[in-house]
């Protein structure tokens, strides 16, 4: 098992670009979650999704979309990137929603 | 306004040492997760405690969870080296929200 993967692991956008940040994982989990983390910081819950098909937000979800179209995939899109968006940016799965699995993380800079 | 809050945020201590960090939370909550950090890594579950009175050991770690209280600890026993990390903690509220402490941020001197 792979486990929780995500591309890219690095990014430069200029503001306003867009770009789509991917989230697979092959563990079969219902759950998957989008969470990003500032420096010296901890993580701030995006979104979330509790199965194929259904989304909700979590606690910072301005300027993000996500979908969950199928169980592995859920990936988080962002459409007009902004300073305040660089970050590092980490997805995880779980079973539900008891432990979770998280991805190694991409770290995105807005210039 | 839900907070998750962490003491101490720095912590240093010598090898051989017992300590405790703690992990506040202001609203009810089921269900607490401990989790490791090292720099520039993604987050590893350590514990994740789930009534009141858990207690969960791995190691020379331990973690314990009063839900009247709305406190979690962290119990670290005879620190090693391998031990420096940063550790968060995170409280599940509504179902799925997930909301991490600021973390403590560990440092064992030999």
């Known amino acids: 098992n792979a486990g929780v993967t995500q591309t890219p692991k690095f990014r430069i956008l200029k503001i306003g670009q867009s770009m789509t940040l991917q989230c697979t994982q092959d563990m079969n989990h219902n759950y998957m979650y989008w969470y990003r983390q500032d420096p010296g910081m901890g993580l701030k819950l995006i979104y979330y999704?509790?199965?194929?098909?259904?989304?909700d937000k979590g606690e910072v979800p301005n300027g993000y979309n996500v979908s969950r179209s199928t169980t592995e995939d859920f990936p988080l899109r962002l459409e007009l990137a902004a300073p305040s968006q660089t970050s590092v940016y980490f997805c995880?799965?779980?079973?539900?929603?008891?432990?979770?699995?998280f991805g190694p993380g991409t770290r995105l800079t807005v210039l | 306004e839900l907070k998750v809050e962490q003491n101490p945020l720095f912590l240093s201590m010598q090898e051989g040492k017992n300590y405790t960090i703690y992990c506040n939370y202001s609203t009810t909550s089921d269900r607490l997760y401990w989790y490791r950090q090292d720099p520039g890594k993604s987050l590893e579950s350590l514990f994740v405690l789930l009534s009141n009175g858990a207690v969960k050991q791995e190691g020379r770690l331990m973690a314990s969870l009063d839900t009247k209280a709305r406190l979690s600890t962290l119990h670290i026993t005879a620190a090693v080296h391998d031990l420096s990390a940063t550790y968060f903690c995170?409280?599940?509220?509504?179902?799925?929200?997930?909301?991490f402490g600021t973390g403590t941020s560990l440092t064992v001197i030999p």
């Open positions: 995880a799965s779980s079973y539900s929603s008891v432990e979770q699995f």
């Open positions: 995170a409280v599940v509220y509504t179902g799925n929200q997930f909301y």
């Open positions: 999704s509790v199965g194929a098909g259904i989304t």
